[in-house]
């Protein structure tokens, strides 16, 4: 009797909780998936210049690129335009349409870097995302830098932006955002994006790229300046949004095919484009360390080196007289021994990923390139530039050896333990 009451209330006991467990369970199944889900690209439009006039035509192609987008992501776009009618908004572009989903009361100035952080911050509270991309669209001088944000109209210019101030489709004069700025607070946000695209000149380089390695896991542009009309963003969008782990090598791709097969007064062009696995941007500053102490004291030499741009200083020396942005590889190639040229290259093919760049064909320029200065060869190109500092920049406009010190580059490097 005793044992038949024992397995009775056994029996019970294991029936309430199988009940118990089952009414759990259910509960939980009941209960929405708050868990953020696909992609948030945030493409920052920095128009309020003389691209405002462009930037039309990259609008309509977002639009088209963006029709095949799935519903967890969002292609969201911070625009800036030259306009004293239309104050900075912010729209999502999904559908074939565009929405303006936040209009600012003021006109803000988009080259200011906590403008950035704040307007980053709006986009993944309101579009949560498992991961986020970010677009930077507007003018751009590769690393240079003064302060953080300045008025200086002349002189070097300062990495991204050009906010005129003025609201003149006319005007380059006015405020820029430096790139460790950009670092700073994009960091401040709490995200690493999986990609920042920069469709701007002259980005990738290896300063850049190291100074936003705690800000984004890849970075994708070009040492060169690139054409005044972008990227053709009806055939890039989709692969901001790709899922592959060589998603970069479709933008870049898509981008050289584009300018391809079209002619530009009879010519047509490459874009030296390139992906940079930031992972290895401190491997590759360690890499550097011996590759400095081989280069010749007290100067380099610079002579048939591949640049991908030339500032206009000192004045009237005309811009190919004072290259600048030099390629990373090809100018340790041409001053260290065939070792240390080759160690390095090997870190440079670490970092950067993939690389495309038709030697056929020249990259768009305004003027700022003598190509008859060198000579373009894929096995000299890492397509990604290296600031080296030279004699002619200690006289002059040009203050480029002193500059490069506010970079992080310069100390974490050892550059500036070989050149004071």
Not at 271 to 280: C, K, N, Q
Not at 391 to 417: D, F, P, R, V
Request: hydrophobic share 40%.
């Amino acid at each position: 009797m005793h044992q038949k009451y024992c397995e009775m209330k056994y029996l019970l006991t294991m029936i309430c909780l199988l009940a118990a467990f089952s009414s759990c369970g259910s509960d939980h199944d009941d209960e929405p998936d708050i868990t953020p889900k696909g992609r948030t690209v945030l493409m920052y439009v920095s128009a309020e210049n003389t691209l405002n006039d462009f930037f039309d035509t990259n609008l309509a192609m977002m639009v088209k690129g963006a029709r095949s987008l799935s519903k967890d992501d969002h292609l969201i776009a911070f625009v800036d335009r030259a306009s004293t009618t239309e104050m900075p908004y912010i729209a999502e572009i999904t559908d074939g349409t565009i929405t303006k989903v936040k209009e600012f009361a003021t006109d803000i100035t988009a080259s200011d870097p906590r403008e950035m952080r704040d307007i980053i911050k709006w986009t993944a509270a309101n579009y949560p995302a498992q991961d986020y991309g970010l677009v930077l669209w507007g003018h751009a001088s590769g690393w240079l830098i003064e302060d953080s944000v300045t008025t200086r109209s002349g002189g070097p210019k300062r990495a991204f932006g050009i906010d005129n101030g003025t609201n003149s489709p006319g005007s380059d004069r006015g405020k820029w955002m430096n790139t460790p700025s950009m670092a700073k607070y994009i960091t401040e946000t709490g995200i690493k994006f999986k990609f920042i695209f920069a469709d701007i000149c002259c980005f990738q380089c290896v300063e850049n790229a190291y100074e936003l390695r705690n800000a984004t896991e890849w970075l994708i542009g070009s040492p060169a300046e690139i054409p005044a009309y972008g990227a053709p963003y009806d055939a890039v969008v989709p692969h901001f949004f790709s899922r592959s782990t060589d998603f970069y090598k479709g933008i870049i791709d898509e981008y050289e095919k584009a300018y391809a097969n079209q002619q530009y007064g009879g010519t047509t062009y490459s874009v030296p484009l390139s992906a940079v696995r930031t992972a290895e941007m401190e491997p590759l500053a360690q890499a550097a360390r011996q590759m400095w102490t081989a280069m010749p004291q007290p100067w380099p030499s610079a002579d048939d080196v591949i640049y991908y741009f030339g500032r206009y200083t000192p004045a009237g020396a005309g811009y190919d007289r004072n290259p600048i942005f030099y390629d990373a590889l090809d100018i340790v190639k041409a001053n260290t021994p065939e070792t240390v040229a080759d160690e390095w290259q090997r870190a440079l093919s670490n970092a950067v990923a993939y690389s495309s760049f038709n030697t056929s064909r020249e990259w768009m320029s305004a003027g700022h390139v003598n190509f008859n200065a060198f000579t373009l060869d894929s096995r000299r190109m890492a397509v990604i530039s290296m600031f080296v500092p030279l004699e002619c920049y200690e006289s002059g406009g040009a203050q480029y050896n002193k500059m490069i010190s506010h970079m992080a580059w310069h100390t974490a490097s050892g550059l500036a333990s070989v050149y004071k």
